[in-house]
Every structure is written in structure tokens, then in C-alpha cells.
């Protein structure tokens, strides 16, 4: 029986770290006190578990990167299917996403960015530098908090590196951002920026980078 619940414990957490403590006593029947024993003897972070678990997700964005990288000019909202995404998230391998997509400009800065998540968009985004953030419910906007970021310096595909007014190929900033509510993970914010002039300022004072141009 106890050699059960540890196995049960440990698949569940390998199968989705997003689960909390409580929620893997819950579903193993057994104390929150034993789950942090079993985890412990086993030598598993559910943290670090997290941001590996993150990472995979990553990986398989790339994978469909080209599928994906539709560069609008006004915003568009389109669906796709979560398991052309996301395979590495167990919860969103069968649910169609939401994939809003635009290029944005912040004073000289141009970009394009896309917002991917399983949440129903609103529409009605201004055209200034409004952040596609708001295009999530408000029930999930107030309590939107960024788990990682990751900042790549990568080579531009053609139709981006056109969009942009690039050389196709030159290298530009991939700034993918991890957004949770709850410790539930609800959307991927992924920026392309040109690298000219770039500066990237991170405090810890504030709970993410923060994008600008240096003078």
C-alpha cells in the first residue's frame, strides 16, 4: 500500500508539476506531510520540476515555430490545435488555443508579438502600445504573474525579417514569457524585436524585463 502512494505521488508530479502539494495528497489519498517526505526521498522539486517542465514547453514551440509565425499587420485572432503547440503541457494537448498576433510599435521600437494561451480573447485592443495581455479575461488579467523568461538572440525568419524592414536572416531578440495565474499556466507571450539599439533592463524590484532603446 505505502509502496502505491509513492508511486502514485511521483507519477502524478512527474505527469504535472503544476500540481501543488495539496492537490498530490488529494489525488494519491494520502497527508500533505508524506507527499513532501515521498518527494523528498525521491529527491524531486516540484520548483524545479516547473521550469523544466516549462523548458519542454519551449522546445515544442520551436518545433512549430514556422506554423505559427503568421506576421499579421493588424491583430488577428486565429485558433489551433494545443497539441501543434504545446505537447509538452499535458492540460493543453487537446484543447484548441488562441493565438492573437500583431505588429506592435512603442515609439521607434517595432516588433511583432503573439500571445498563445487557452483562454477565450477578448477583442477590442487598442492600437497603441497596449500590451495583448489585455485580450485575456479580467478575471485572469489582475492576477497574471510571470513564472519565466526566456531571451534568445535568433536569426529572423523571411517573412518577420521583411515585416520588420530586416535583412532576411539577421539576428533578432525572441523574448518568451511564461504567464501563470494561481500556479495554473494560462498564456505564452512571445516578442521578436530588432537587436539595433536594443536594451534589455532587468530589476529586482520588478517581476520581469523590461524592453527598451538606448540612446
Do not use: C
Not at 518545433?63 to 489551433?80: D, G
Not at 477583442?123 to 485580450?135: C, N, P, V, Y
Amino acid at each position: 500500500m505505502e509502496d502505491s502512494i509513492k508511486g502514485r505521488v511521483i507519477a502524478l508530479a512527474k505527469g504535472d508539476p503544476y500540481l501543488t502539494v495539496k492537490d498530490l495528497a488529494r489525488e494519491a489519498g494520502t497527508t500533505t506531510r508524506y507527499v513532501r517526505t515521498i518527494l523528498s526521498e525521491a529527491n524531486l522539486s516540484l520548483h524545479e520540476m516547473r521550469r523544466l517542465y516549462a523548458r519542454r514547453l519551449e522546445g515544442d514551440r520551436t518545433r512549430s515555430s514556422q506554423e505559427l509565425l503568421s506576421v499579421p499587420r493588424e491583430l488577428t485572432i486565429r485558433k489551433v490545435a494545443g497539441r501543434e503547440v504545446a505537447n509538452a503541457l499535458a492540460r493543453w494537448q487537446e484543447v484548441d488555443l488562441s493565438v492573437a498576433s500583431r505588429l506592435q510599435r512603442q515609439g521607434s521600437l517595432l516588433g511583432f508579438e503573439q500571445l498563445i494561451t487557452p483562454a477565450e480573447l477578448q477583442i477590442g485592443l487598442k492600437s497603441d502600445g497596449t500590451s495583448l495581455r489585455s485580450l485575456l479575461p479580467s478575471k485572469l488579467r489582475g492576477k497574471l504573474e510571470v513564472v519565466e523568461q526566456k531571451a534568445e538572440i535568433l536569426p529572423a525568419p523571411e517573412e518577420l525579417a521583411s515585416s520588420l524592414a530586416l535583412t532576411p536572416g539577421e539576428q533578432v531578440l525572441r523574448l518568451t514569457t511564461y504567464l501563470q495565474v494561481e500556479k495554473e499556466p494560462v498564456a505564452l507571450e512571445v516578442r521578436w524585436l530588432a537587436l539595433s539599439g536594443l536594451v534589455l533592463k532587468w530589476s529586482r524590484f520588478a517581476e520581469e524585463i523590461a524592453i527598451e532603446l538606448g540612446s
